[in-house]
């Protein structure tokens, strides 16, 4: 299975500051006749089911307002938030879909300073 | 737009079999896979397996021995029955449907394994 990690478990940031998450896979997600990385970003509200952000590592999901961007290739992936605001606070979670059995990563708490 | 509503039991005695139910409305039930993930309590998403509009499925190893997912295509719905159960299966499931990473998911159940 492919083991995805996060960094850092939690974070506290202002209203308006950036907030950067990070994820790392046991191995490459990036698959060489596409060029495509097999990573998706997850926004998970108390209560509520995980919400697409981003898929293919970079490609914000409809509706998803800009402030959210992926980046990163191979094995090491980013979700920046550009500016923080009120509705942002949540779990943030990675997910691999290269290969079966999909996994996901154990998930990043974003609060408010 | 697509969506998704399920349901099943939400409460389970030790070795019982947990059965859920998936219905897909307002779009197509033959383009995509169709899988169930869970969430135990504090914990993060484990995906458990997914089923296309053909029946042809695939399942966590970790889970395998347990899983059965079936389809229903007359009546959009696709099912999840997981056999003796224990505490370590009591979370929040989902069903969700599968394209490039989970793009719509249902509501949740909440089911809780308790002698």
């Known amino acids: 299975d492919i083991v995805m990690t996060q960094s850092p478990d939690s974070l506290a940031v202002s209203l308006g500051e950036r907030a950067t998450i990070n994820c790392k896979s046991s191995?490459?997600?990036?698959?060489?006749?596409?060029?495509?990385?097999?990573l998706a970003w997850y926004q998970q509200r108390p209560g509520q089911p995980p919400r697409l952000l981003v898929y293919?590592?970079?490609t914000r999901e409809s509706g998803v307002p800009d402030r959210f961007s992926g980046s990163g290739s191979g094995t090491d992936f980013t979700l920046t938030i550009s500016s923080l605001q009120a509705e942002d606070v949540a779990v943030y979670s990675c997910?691999?879909?290269?290969?079966?059995?999909?996994?996901f990563g154990p998930g990043t708490k974003v609060d408010i300073k | 737009q697509v969506q998704l509503h399920q349901w099943g039991a939400g409460l389970l005695r030790p070795s019982e079999t947990l059965s859920l139910t998936c219905a897909v409305y307002?779009?197509?039930?033959?383009?995509?896979?169709w899988s169930w993930i869970r969430q135990a309590p504090g914990k993060g998403l484990e995906w458990i397996g997914e089923?296309?509009?053909?029946?042809?499925?695939n399942y966590n190893p970790s889970l395998e021995s347990r899983v059965t997912i079936s389809v229903d295509t007359s009546k959009s719905q696709f099912s999840l029955k997981l056999s003796s159960v224990t505490a370590a299966d009591t979370a929040v499931y989902y069903c969700?449907?599968?394209?490039?990473?989970?793009?719509?998911w249902g509501q949740g159940t909440k089911v809780t394994v308790s002698s």
């Open positions: 089923i296309s509009h053909t029946g042809s499925t």
């Open positions: 307002g779009g197509p039930f033959s383009d995509f896979f």
């Open positions: 969700a449907n599968y394209l490039a990473g989970f793009d719509i």
């Open positions: 191995q490459s997600l990036l698959y060489s006749s596409n060029n495509k990385n097999y």
């Open positions: 997910q691999q879909y290269y290969s079966m059995p999909f996994t």
């Open positions: 293919w590592a970079s």
